[in-house]
Nanobody, 115 residues
């Protein structure tokens, strides 16, 4: 499996914003669904948001109204716009991209929300 390339993580104050990006290499094509998971220390992995090839989106209750997932099919890239960030959003965020029989993963990017 080829690793997806993530970017955009970092340190931000509560109430701030970040945008995460996740790009599939050119060797990956015919991607169906894409999405984002996150995992904080000592906690279970959580599905944050997903988006189908047709643009249908879904969100965890904890991020509804604050996060927006989108994709650029021409670039094979998925984004996660995160607004009104809270300390509880602190985690490592992992993107994924699905083909018929394969799920590809990003390397993870750290998001830290703190004063």
């Amino acid at each position: 499996q080829v690793q997806l390339v993530e970017s955009g993580g970092g340190l931000v104050q509560p109430g701030g914003s970040l945008r995460l990006s996740c790009a599939a290499p050119g060797s990956i094509f015919s991607i169906n669904a894409m999405g984002w998971y996150r995992q904080a220390p000592g906690k279970q992995r959580e599905l944050v948001a997903g988006i189908t090839s047709g643009g249908t989106t879904s969100y965890a209750d904890s991020v509804k109204g604050r996060f927006t997932i989108s994709r650029d099919n021409a670039k094979n890239t998925v984004y996660l716009q995160m607004n009104s960030l809270k300390p509880e959003d602190t985690a490592v965020y992992f993107c994924h991209a699905d083909k018929r029989y394969t799920r590809y993963w990003g390397q993870g990017t750290q998001v830290t929300v703190s004063s």
